[in-house]
């Protein structure tokens, strides 16, 4: 099992930049994927970012490419979004994710059917 707590969230203005990170604990999820998710109220969850165990192998949403960056510390066990430009329709509950240990776990994938353990979500709001 792995448990995923993400932090990091807050009340921003439009512009401005957040820095989320996602622990792990439980074990040890260095060869896995992992992936940035995030869901706004009324909507269905949407893909953010994914990155691969290396950390060479990133992937984007068009929405937040150029502006946002993935990053993943295996000292820490600990997976990072850095968001700068922020703006209103960033607003939303931003969740982290590894991806399941069939297939190809080691892929940033952009379904979240591919990915297995979740975190319960940080909000992020952004006003203008």
């Known amino acids: 099992q792995v448990q995923l707590v993400e932090s990091g969230g807050g009340l921003v203005q439009a512009g401005a930049s957040l820095r989320l990170s996602c622990q792990a604990s439980?074990?040890?999820?260095?060869?896995?994927?992992m992936g940035w998710f995030r869901q706004a109220s009324g909507k269905a969850r949407e893909f953010v970012s994914a990155?691969?165990?290396?950390?060479?192998?990133?992937v984007y949403a068009d929405s937040v490419k150029g502006r946002f960056i993935i990053s993943r510390d295996h000292a820490k066990n600990t997976l990072y979004l850095e968001m700068n430009s922020l703006k209103p329709e960033d607003t939303a509950v931003y969740s982290c994710?590894?991806?399941?240990?069939?297939?190809?776990?080691?892929?940033?994938?952009?379904?979240?059917?591919?990915?297995?353990?979740w975190g319960l979500g940080t909000q992020v709001q952004v006003t203008v």
């Open positions: 994710a590894v991806r399941s240990g069939t297939g190809n776990y080691w892929e940033p994938a952009e379904n979240s059917d591919q990915y297995i353990y």
């Open positions: 439980g074990r040890t999820i260095s060869s896995y994927a």
């Open positions: 990155i691969s165990p290396t950390g060479g192998h990133t």
